[in-house]
T-cell receptor, first 109, second 113 residues
């Protein structure tokens, strides 16, 4: 079967750094996405990785290791507005997205 | 219209009734998708369309149907609603599908009693 695992919830402090992990087992791999979803809103795109390594985009970075079936999203200089759920999704062999349940990130002052 | 819109925003429906959720995008995207999102579960794909005139089944298609008569519109129909279809429904689109990022509508919160 296909499986995406992420922690259910994480807590971090404003101004700090947090790493959200995602492990996956899917039928084929054509890339991994991270989306942000604020409560009651639609998901919005953060990053896409298809090659191994780190992609940096401002305060957010995303890492991929295809051999380990592992990715992480790194958020630096946390702000209160970063309180949201972070969704990991893998593009499988049929080019369909398989989604994790999401990690709810709580930022405390 | 800017981006992707859905209607209605929310709906309470009696079991057994027919319901169509509307989705319209003005980005001229080829690919469109319908997902449902339930607490504790990831987004699950219901149906998709890679281009106007074609549709395909996703992970959880039973009880739902779609049509794609033109590029902009992708309605989702529940022929006879059941309580297990209570969920938040998101429509999304992407330029070509596959590795392109998906843009999501604001969602429809549906309750079936």
């Amino acid at each position: 079967g296909q499986n995406i695992d992420q922690p259910t919830e994480m807590t971090a402090t404003e101004g700090a750094i947090v790493q959200i992990n995602c492990t996956y087992q899917t039928s084929g791999f054509n890339g991994l996405f991270w989306y942000q979803q604020h409560a009651g809103e639609a998901p919005t795109f953060l990053s896409y990785n298809v090659l191994d390594g780190l992609e940096e985009k401002g305060r957010f970075s995303s890492f991929l290791s295809r051999s380990k079936g592992y990715s992480y999203l790194l958020l630096k200089e946390l702000q209160m507005k970063d309180s949201a759920s972070y969704l990991c999704a893998v593009l499988d062999s049929n080019y369909q997205l398989i989604w994790g349940a999401g990690t709810k990130l709580i930022i405390k002052p | 219209i800017a981006g992707i819109t859905q209607a209605p925003t929310s709906q309470i429906l009696a079991a057994g009734r027919r319901m169509t959720l509307r989705c319209t995008q003005d980005m001229r995207h080829n690919a469109m998708y319908w997902y449902r999102q339930d607490l504790g579960l990831g987004l699950r794909l219901i149906h998709y369309s890679n281009t106007a005139g074609t549709t395909g089944k996703g992970e959880v298609p039973d009880g739902y149907s779609v049509s794609r008569a033109n590029t902009d519109d992708f309605p989702l129909t529940l022929a006879s609603a059941v309580p297990s279809q209570t969920s938040v429904y998101f429509c999304a689109s992407s330029e070509r599908g596959g590795q392109d990022e998906q843009f999501f509508g604001p969602g429809t919160r549906l309750t079936v009693l």
